[in-house]
């Protein structure tokens, strides 16, 4: 059968009565960051001055692209923003390109569930009610690529479905700029992912008539621009990806989670190397005498041991060969005792599930949203902890369960998924956006088998996703017999 001709296909047309809810939910996100800023709720920017994935304030400032050009620990993109917003405003401009990213959220969420099919209304209440968590007051006032990371998806599943849905060029431009912006900035959305992403839009755009060259072309380039970082990193520093770190990484799953005791008897009788007994992601005296040093580059970013505020420089030259000495005893390690990374999945599931307000930010920001994070998590996260008693803090997986665990998630995740996943597939952009974003949730969930300890952060990138996932739920209750 013939494909519909792009010209036959009806165009959107803007959705009037969607102005007021559109309106309304801007005022939202107006009241409640000015409410907090009267509260006290700062842009909290310890990062950028103790933290380990942000450069010195005075290389991104005053050495920008030649920093950034020797950046090998992580993706280049909160970098440049960063140190583009501080040779531009100062400090001072960071904050507002926070408040700015939240109003692009709201806007993005609320044309992303009115494209799955939900009335302007109802998908300003459920944006509103997004942007107004505790989760997201939290992660719009910290300096962290968690919250551009979750804008940009959100921006990218809208411009996928109108773009399946017009054809316009352009919005394909904006679709996989945006999700490629993501790999240039979070190291665990991977190349892989956006190549297969773009597989999936491919094959969905064929089968809908808006496929061409404009389209490919929106997706090669941006691609391309991935592909030419992890190319710079293995021609620099040997490493063909976004970061150095993977063997530290991957050893917080497997070493760390062997008691020290035992790994002491391992390095003894030679079973292990004598870099397990030393903790990951500490400055580069902490492994001295068990790596292969590098000479001194002349490259500030790369031979500065630590940062001016005292944190360690985890960019310095030599954390390449530190992370690959790690890598090289991840496998044995997990061969000489593969249940306690049976463990840390087990764990990682547990923080997975966990509120993403659960993050131990810095600063007084959460003590703040205290208030309102009790009865949000009680009340729509499906949290326990204002009915039972408080775990201690060593206490074992068991016995923290009941008040860690966010319950509505535990049980509404796989249903949506699952539902996503019946309701998915190329044939209409609706259903296309579903396979997207149940790839999209699925691939983030599944980092818990690499990594533990900061699952709910990760999944705080994907909450708008599958709140866009029920509001399609919704919809399609309302009007079962339309097709998705």
């Known amino acids: 059968m013939a494909l519909p001709s792009l010209a036959s296909r009806p165009r959107p047309r803007p959705n009037a009565t969607g102005a007021p809810a559109l309106w309304l939910l801007l005022a939202v996100v107006a009241a409640s960051r000015l409410l907090g800023w009267w509260m006290g709720l700062r842009l909290d920017v310890t990062n950028l001055v103790h933290g380990w994935h942000l450069l010195d304030p005075a290389w991104l400032q005053g050495d920008l692209l030649r920093s950034v050009w020797h950046l090998h620990a992580t993706p280049p993109g909160l970098h440049l923003a960063v140190g583009g917003v501080l040779k531009a405003f100062g400090e001072a401009g960071l904050a507002p390109a926070f408040w700015l990213q939240g109003a692009v959220l709201a806007v993005a969420l609320w044309g992303l569930l009115g494209a799955l099919g939900l009335r302007p209304w109802p998908a300003a209440g459920l944006a509103g009610l997004f942007v107004v968590s505790p989760a997201c007051l939290l992660y719009e006032h910290w300096l962290f690529y968690t919250y551009p990371v979750t804008v940009l998806l959100v921006v990218g599943a809208w411009a996928f479905h109108a773009w399946l849905a017009s054809g316009r060029v352009r919005l394909a431009w904006l679709c996989w700029g945006s999700l490629a912006a993501i790999s240039l900035t979070m190291a665990a959305f991977h190349l892989v992912w956006l190549v297969a992403l773009g597989a999936w839009g491919y094959v969905a755009a064929r089968r809908q008539g808006v496929d061409g060259w404009g389209s490919r072309l929106a997706f090669l380039v941006p691609t391309s621009l991935v592909v030419a970082w992890y190319l710079k990193n293995l021609v620099l520093f040997g490493v063909f990806g976004p970061s150095s770190w993977l063997g530290m990484n991957l050893s917080r799953v497997t070493i760390r989670e062997i008691p020290l005791a035992r790994r002491v008897v391992h390095v003894r ?86 509120p993403a307000a659960d993050f131990p930010f810095p600063g007084d920001n959460r003590r703040l949203l205290a208030p309102w994070e009790g009865p949000f998590d009680a009340a729509l996260n499906g949290c326990l902890r204002p009915y039972v008693t408080p775990a201690p803090p060593d206490a074992g997986v068991v016995r923290r369960l009941p008040g860690q665990v966010a319950w509505w998630l535990v049980v509404a995740t796989p249903l949506l998924l699952l539902w996503g996943t019946r309701r998915a597939g190329p044939s209409t952009p609706r259903a296309a956006t579903l396979g997207l974003l149940v790839a999209c949730v699925v691939f983030v969930w599944a980092l818990g088998f690499i990594e533990q300890g900061e699952n709910n952060r990760f999944r705080f990138a994907t909450d708008p996703l599958l709140l866009a996932l029920l509001g399609a739920w919704l919809a399609a209750r309302r009007r079962p017999a339309e097709p998705v």
């Not at 061969?335 to 990374?341: I, M, S």
């Open 269 to 354: 009788e030679g079973r292990l190397g004598p870099i397990t007994l030393r903790p990951e992601f500490c400055g580069v005296a902490t492994y001295a005498g068990l790596y292969p040093p590098v000479p001194p580059t002349g490259v500030p970013a790369l031979d500065a041991t630590e940062k001016a505020g005292g944190a360690p420089n985890l960019n310095h030259r030599d954390v390449v060969a530190i992370s690959r000495a790690f890598a090289a005893e991840v496998p044995r390690a997990f061969w000489l005792e593969p249940a306690r990374w049976g463990r840390s999945v087990v764990l990682a599931q547990v923080w997975y599930f966990s």
